[in-house]
């Protein structure tokens, strides 16, 4: 099981990227999908989640309507395209999945399982 990122780098506010996540070893498809993001100092917290049992997407309140999470589950990637970025969205971000039991999101990311290596994500000027 595997899961790798790409696509952070330097961006100047309100700028746009789009971040990918490439699983193996597994089927995204039947897994809770999420986006955490860890900023320095503080608690890691969710970006973005999308259930398998109805396919709902959720989304933090500090993202909404700037980012846009999806998947292509014939290519076993996920992305997440983040428009209008603020200096706030600097973070590492991580892709992750809970485990195959699980059927809903969760907020903390004490409850996935798999993680990514995490991608820079900087907006500056």
């Known amino acids: 099981v595997q899961l790798q990122a790409s696509g952070g780098g330097l961006v100047q506010p309100g700028g746009s990227l789009r971040l990918s996540c490439k699983a193996s070893g597994f089927a995204l498809s039947y897994y809770v999908i999420a986006w955490f993001r860890q900023a320095p100092g503080k608690e890691r917290e969710m970006v973005s989640c999308i259930s398998p049992r109805d396919e709902s997407t959720s989304y933090a309140d500090s993202v909404k309507g700037r980012f846009a999470f999806s998947r292509d589950y014939a290519e076993n990637t996920m992305y997440l395209r983040m428009d209008r970025l603020k200096p706030e969205d600097t973070a590492v971000y991580y892709c992750?999945?809970?485990?195959?039991?699980?059927?809903?999101?969760?907020?903390?990311?004490?409850?996935?399982?798999?993680w990514g290596q995490g991608t820079q994500v900087t907006v500056s000027s």
């Open positions: 992750t999945t809970r485990g195959v039991e699980a059927l809903y999101c969760s907020g903390s990311w004490r409850d996935y399982d798999y």
